[in-house]
């Protein structure tokens, strides 16, 4: 068995993913909770390098399923808008 700091903040990352997962908290995909070397919870992303105290903000849900004949886009603003490519009807709500 390893010892030493690298062996002590897996298992101390274990442990806090352990404690979040108990409480419902599931991380994100990629990002994994650690503890300093004072004790405190941070959480990083190996993927994007990122790093907080903070938790990272839960995924976005996924997208609505929708009729079929319809199709979601972006606008040139980043907005998503929705089109009926066989009646050719947009609507900026989700269709029904």
Do not use: F, I, K
Not at 3 to 30: C, I, K, T
């Amino acid at each position: 068995a390893s010892s030493g700091p690298r062996a002590g903040a897996a298992a101390a990352a274990r442990a806090v993913r352990s404690m979040a997962a108990a409480v419902g908290g599931q991380l994100p995909e990629g990002w994994a909770a650690y503890q300093d070397p004072e004790g405190r919870t941070y959480y990083a992303n190996a993927s994007t390098g990122e790093s907080s105290y903070e938790p990272p903000a839960p995924a976005a849900p996924p997208p609505p399923a929708l009729p079929e004949g319809w199709a979601a886009y972006n606008d040139a603003e980043g907005r998503t808008y929705y089109a009926n490519v066989s009646t050719g009807e947009t609507s900026w709500e989700v269709p029904a």
